[in-house]
């Protein structure tokens, strides 16, 4: 049985309370830096948010959302902007019209894409790939060196799951933690799974997170692609 002592004493594997501000502000309060706001009184489909650097992201679906939080797990992506850029372009009937992006992401080369999320049903009646077609020959480097459609088929179940684990894993992280992990790494040769690395560290359900981190930062590699879980077999990445 428990004594009073055991139950009083604090988890180690807990993280201590965070600070929040006095006054905490809604989504809609705060800035955001894409060239038209999303609004969220829709009933028929979902509106969500992400957070990039302190800033709010939004996003218009599902597919929106986990396209965003999978940028964001790219090494090679340092920024994402939701609702950017909005360019004018000239139709194939010499129309001037508007047109904007989904998200534009910043990659550590200093380059950009700009994206444009369709569920595969939707495409040929958006003519996306014609307007991209277009945007091509008229947009500006300065706005982007690159268009990209993205359809579900782009991110498959796995991609879904680990962007958001990675998202959630480093919105708090706790550098104690991620220092067990990193000497079990150092000593790690071949293979083992998520879920050994959690029982060797001995951070309990604490440990997962500091794992997924780990993954993402490129000190652990997934030997398969699959879904970051307990079964998920892991090594330390080549060296170059």
Excluded at 57 to 82: F, K, R, T
Excluded at 121 to 127: G, L, N, P, T
Excluded at 137 to 159: G, W
Excluded at 208 to 227: Q, T, W
């Amino acid at each position: 049985m428990m004594t009073r002592e055991q139950y009083l004493t604090p988890d180690p594997n807990i993280p201590a309370p965070r600070a929040l501000p006095r006054r905490w502000r809604l989504p809609s309060e705060q800035a955001t830096r894409g060239a038209r706001s999303i609004g969220f009184s829709s009933k028929g489909s979902s509106r969500t948010v992400f957070v990039v650097d302190g800033k709010v992201e939004g996003a218009e679906s599902d597919l929106e959302l986990y396209s965003g939080l999978w940028m964001l797990a790219q090494p090679a992506i340092v920024d994402v902007v939701s609702q950017w850029p909005q360019v004018r372009y000239m139709d194939r009937d010499r129309v001037l019209r508007r047109f904007t992006f989904d998200f534009t992401s910043v990659h550590a080369d200093g380059s950009r894409t700009a994206h444009s999320v369709k569920p595969a049903s939707k495409v040929e009646a958006s003519e996306v790939e014609e307007i991209h077609l277009l945007l091509q020959r008229q947009m500006s480097p300065a706005q982007a060196n690159r268009i990209n459609l993205i359809t579900e088929a782009k991110l498959k179940p796995e991609d879904r799951f680990n962007a958001e684990a990675i998202y959630m894993a480093r919105r708090f992280p706790v550098p104690e933690h991620d220092v067990v992990i990193e000497r079990l790494i150092a000593d790690l040769h071949g293979t083992t799974t998520v879920g050994a690395l959690r029982v060797d560290s001995g951070l309990r359900g604490a440990a997962y997170r500091a794992i997924v981190r780990a993954i993402a930062d490129r000190k652990l590699k997934l030997v398969d692609h699959v879904r970051i879980t307990s079964d998920a077999v892991v090594r330390r990445p080549k060296s170059r």
